[in-house]
């Protein structure tokens, strides 16, 4: 079983659309987590970080941490042509540098 | 606007002919990652420096090499290329913020290897 569990997709949503992309873990001790949007031939670009749980909001974006079911998700509204785009999670533990990535989803925004 | 900087962004080479890739920060964060990632795959950690401390990922090939001369500068250093390295090389950058919420990691925009 991987650490870091996530639905390749693609997920193809209309223009306008509330989008849930989500990661399951397995590693209880992770309380650094992170969502990352990569465009085609692009470098990782960091959307959204949370500590620990709880919710964080940024204009269109929202990232929630459940670590009583080793769950987050990344909530987009209104999404836009412009969110096509692959989306990575990542976390990790307090106690090394190693972030575990998740193998990614690739959203679609029809216009 | 402090960054992270990759050269070259795209990188031929012939089989077995060594490569060299650099990344260079204006973050001044001590710790530096290079990722090597696969089309539809996650990036895969080849090793990070906390300042000029190496760890190396135990299944990183020996065909693989890094350098940091100083704070701003990593290089990686592949000597002898194969058909499978032919990957996006991804640098990233964090700051040591243990035991507070800040601690993340910003990517640069990748080389892309190609390998004849």
């Known amino acids: 079983q991987k650490e870091v569990e996530q639905d390749p997709g693609p997920l193809s949503v209309p223009e306008g659309a509330i989008v849930s992309l989500n990661c399951t873990y397995s590693?209880?001790?992770?309380?650094?987590f992170m969502w990352y949007r990569q465009y085609s031939r692009k470098g990782p670009e960091l959307l959204m970080y949370?500590?620990?749980?709880g919710n964080k909001e940024d204009g269109r974006f929202t990232a929630q941490v459940d670590k009583s079911s080793k769950y987050i998700s990344l909530f987009i509204r209104d999404s836009q042509p412009s969110d096509s785009a692959t989306y990575l999670c990542?976390?990790?533990?307090?106690?090394?540098?190693?972030?575990?990535f998740g193998t990614g989803t690739r959203l679609k925004v029809l216009a | 606007d402090a960054m992270v900087i990759q050269n070259p962004r795209y990188q031929v080479t012939q089989f077995g002919k060594p490569v060299t890739l650099s990344c260079s920060q204006t973050l001044n964060h001590n710790v530096m990652y290079w990722y090597q990632q696969k089309s539809s795959q996650a990036p895969k950690l080849l090793f990070h420096y906390y300042d000029k401390d190496f760890n190396n990922e135990a299944d990183t090939p020996d065909n693989f090499q890094s350098r940091r001369p100083n704070t701003s500068f990593c290089f990686l250093d592949i000597r002898s290329p194969g058909l499978g390295d032919a990957a996006m090389y991804l640098c990233?950058?964090?700051?040591?913020?243990?035991?507070?919420?800040?601690?993340?990691?910003?990517f640069g925009p990748g080389t892309r290897l190609l390998v004849l």
């Open positions: 990233a950058t964090s700051r040591d913020r243990r035991g507070t919420a800040q601690e993340t990691q910003y």
């Open positions: 990542a976390m990790k533990n307090s106690g090394t540098y190693k972030y575990i």
């Open positions: 590693n209880s001790a992770f309380q650094y």
């Open positions: 949370t500590y620990s749980s």
